[in-house]
Structure formats: C-alpha cells, structure tokens
C-alpha cells in the first residue's frame, strides 16, 4: 500500500490527492484539510481505491494474500463477532432487521446475507466499506464531500446488482430525504437568524457573559465582547477557530462557526444566584452529537 499516509500533516504535501468540500450557505466548498492527528488511529488514514482493494481482498481471504497468512484468521473472525446490539435497521427494500455491532465492525442481514461493514466520515470527506464474506464481494466507496448520502445509495444499488435484486432507484430516494433534511435545517436557521435581526437585549449585560469557560474534559474557551451585543469565543485547542455569539433572546446566543464543519447552533448560557455560571457548547453532530458543559470560572 505505496499511496496511503498516516499521518493528516501529510495530506498537504501530497501529490496525488483530492481537496475536501462541504456546504457552506448552501454551496458546496473547498475546505483546509482538517488536523486530526490527535486521534490518528480513527480519523487520520488517508488512502486510495487501489490500495483499500488490496487491504479488503486480504478481509475477504480471510488474512490471506496469495498464499501467506498477513493477518491472522482468528484475528478477522474475532472483529466479526457481535459484541453489541446497535438496535434495528429498516432497509428501502421493507426488510427490517437488527444491526449488530463486532470489533470495529457493523453487521447486518440484508436478503439473506449476511454484511459487514462501517461507514467514515471527517472534515470534508466520507467513505464507507461493505463486505459480504461469505459470497466474497467487496465495496470501496470514498467522496470529498461530507455532505451527500451518495455512498448510501450506491452501495446498496450494486448490491441488489450484485445479487440480482429488483431494481430500486436509489438514488432519487436518498436524494429525496437529504434535500427535506436540509429543508428542515434551513428552516430552523431562519428562525434562528430572524431572531438575531430583531436585535433582542440579553437578559444579562453583555459584559456579564465574557470570562474563561472550562470543561474537564475538553479544556478553556474565552469569550469575550464583539461588535455591537456580539460575544466572540475562542478554543484552547482550536487556535485558528472562533465562534460569533448573537443574541436571540433570554441567555442564548446564536452561534456561527468560523469553520463550517462545525455548523450553526444556540449556546444557551446557565444562569443562577443573579449571574452566568456556564454554557452548553453545541457542535454539528456530524462532529460531535453530545453537547458539553462549560463553567465559567471568572
């Protein structure tokens, strides 16, 4: 596998790579390649079609290229046990069965066989891998954009091909529901930025709102004053991004990230004994789907 890096901070220096969109207002945009080498072993792989085939052939035989064992085949058995019930999963041709979860792994039944697979997705990109072990197809799909569902529809469409399934238009169904999901965003934006436009007081004195927030987990945010009622934070370990709090009433703030990846969203600010004690930090959930707890600590 000569074309594939470890490394994020290698990206960039790459010959031979694609650059990552997303939507920004609604436009799809070139976006900087992402730092993610703070948690390598999960997001910071960066490969080719061809050699994740040679890394899925070596899956699909069990460990084996040619004739040597390169990993061991209790090893890939054991990644394919369920260790977990993820729940139920309805799929677009009416089956509805459970999905599973192994080591690294989802499991499904789909018409009869059984799939292994895990879909990825980062800053500006969004890959998916499915086996089928037992019948031995292998499905590699990789994208620039972290906004489609495109690898969705695909896969499933050269399966049925694959196993000779009625044919479904895919494509138009997962189309269908990523345009109402966004429908559905941009509605909740607009409420969102009406509110802002009605330049609405705080229920505290802006200044009451600036100070060090900390949580134990992440680490400091500062938050300080902007124009006009604007509050501005900044990230201890996200030094290049800032986040523009506008006022919308109460002790929430509208916030827009200088990075699109992480999104729109309201911070709403704790406030008790007459004075702000912390905020809730809300991130796209493509990110981060939990919120965290910030206290303010002066």
């Known amino acids: 596998m000569m074309n594939t890096l470890a490394l994020t901070a290698d990206m960039p220096k790459s010959f031979n790579r694609t650059v990552a969109h997303t939507l920004v207002d609604e436009r799809l945009s070139a976006i900087p390649y992402a730092q993610l080498d703070g948690l390598a072993p999960a997001a910071s792989i960066s490969s080719s079609i061809n050699d994740m085939s040679k890394w899925v052939l070596a899956l699909l035989n069990n460990g084996k290229v040619g004739a040597r064992q390169v990993i061991p085949d209790a090893a890939i058995l054991a990644t394919r046990a369920p260790q977990d019930i993820v729940g139920s999963i309805r799929h677009l041709n009416g089956e509805t069965n459970y999905e599973l979860y192994g080591l690294g792994w989802f499991l499904q039944d789909y018409a009869g066989h059984r799939i292994v697979m895990h879909d990825g997705g980062v800053s500006g990109y969004v890959s998916s891998v499915t086996l089928v072990p037992q019948e031995h197809p292998g499905i590699i799909i990789l994208t620039n954009t972290d906004q489609n569902a495109f690898y969705e529809a695909l896969r499933w469409e050269i399966m049925d091909a694959y196993f000779k399934l009625p044919y479904r238009n895919y494509s138009e169904a997962y189309l269908s529901s990523f345009k109402s999901n966004m429908a559905a965003e941009q509605k909740v934006y607009k409420t969102w930025r009406d509110s802002v436009a009605l330049n609405l007081q705080p229920a505290s004195p802006i200044a009451n709102y600036?100070?060090?927030?900390?949580?134990?987990f992440y680490g400091s945010m500062v938050i300080s004053r902007g124009e006009n009622n604007d509050?501005?934070?900044?990230f201890e370990h996200h030094p290049k991004m800032f986040v523009k709090l506008q006022p919308i009433g109460g002790h929430r703030f509208f916030a827009t990230f200088s990075d699109p990846i992480y999104g729109k969203t309201v911070f709403p600010f704790n406030f008790q004994n007459g004075k702000i004690t912390g905020v809730?930090?809300?991130v796209a959930d493509f990110v981060e789907a939990d919120p965290y707890e910030f206290k303010k600590v002066n």
């Open 231 to 234: 509050l501005e934070a900044v």
């Open 210 to 216: 600036t100070g060090t927030y900390v949580n134990e």
């Open 280 to 282: 809730k930090v809300k």
